[in-house]
């Protein structure tokens, strides 16, 4: 179900929950509400109306934020490494591709007519590489400060969120897009996702253990969340950590 209001489309989803959440979503400002599955629609329309001006706000906030261009993946182009900037070089190679980190200079070697989706995976696996390498230095030290201990890891490529966890099964995701950011970043977000283990929600219980662990966890989310973002197509995601969500 989909209600219009004041131009904004709102998509209305019906739930077996108790209590109804309004979510907008990365990148365009997606909104979404949650409902109770017995829920009047009347109401959940007046609940969208009562808070129509956050949902404008959220959604200026992500108009407003900076991304990067779309990647052709030649000579020139800029890429980040742990928050370094490193300047791309392509070099035709008609042997096994490669990607060497050379000063200020990233050298990408791959077919020439390889194409910008075809360079695009190989330099994400080559991210995905470089990412792997400090989650398995970083996350044994956080498992060992917090005495909370994670039975799996993977990296995924996201746009909605920089980490998220199943609590049951102990296991972790990390965005590919972290190896972008500085390395603290990813520290913090490590430890974030720990932390959910004894803590589900973002409540002051949260709060305290982050507080405990990590004293300018704040400055690092803000700086983490002020990143220029990744160029990607126009999409609707599933439910992610890291976006505005309302509860009632």
């Not at 060992?144 to 990296?155: A, F």
């Not at 199943?166 to 913090?188: D, F, G, S, T």
């Not at 990744?230 to 992610?240: L, S």
Request: overall charge positive.
């Amino acid at each position: 179900m989909r209600i219009v209001i004041s131009g904004i489309p709102i998509d209305i989803q019906k739930k077996n929950i108790k209590n109804m959440h309004l979510q907008v979503k990365p990148p365009n400002g997606h909104v979404v509400i949650s409902a109770p599955s017995s829920m009047d629609d009347k109401a959940v329309e007046v609940y969208a109306r009562t808070n129509l001006s956050w949902i404008k706000k959220q959604i200026e906030k992500y108009q407003q934020q900076p991304r990067e261009d779309k990647r052709q993946y030649v000579s020139g182009e800029t890429i980040y490494i742990w928050g370094r900037q490193y300047f791309l070089k392509f070099i035709p190679c008609s042997q096994r591709n490669s990607f060497d980190i050379q000063g200020n200079k990233v050298i990408l070697s791959m077919r020439e007519n390889s194409t910008v989706k075809q360079r695009e995976a190989y330099v994400r696996e080559q991210y995905r590489l470089i990412l792997k390498k400090e989650i398995e230095r970083i996350l044994p030290k956080w498992e060992k400060i917090t005495g909370l201990y994670c039975d799996s890891w993977q990296t995924k490529y996201m746009t909605t969120r920089w980490g998220t966890c199943n609590i049951e099964k102990k296991k972790i995701w990390i965005n590919l897009q972290l190896v972008q950011k500085p390395i603290h970043c990813l520290e913090y977000v490590i430890l974030h996702e720990l932390i959910h283990f004894i803590e589900r929600t973002h409540n002051s219980v949260f709060v305290a253990y982050m507080d405990q662990y990590m004293k300018d966890w704040r400055a690092v989310r803000k700086e983490l969340n002020d990143c220029r973002l990744d160029y990607y197509e126009t999409q609707v995601e599933d439910v992610g950590e890291g976006y505005p969500v309302k509860t009632v």
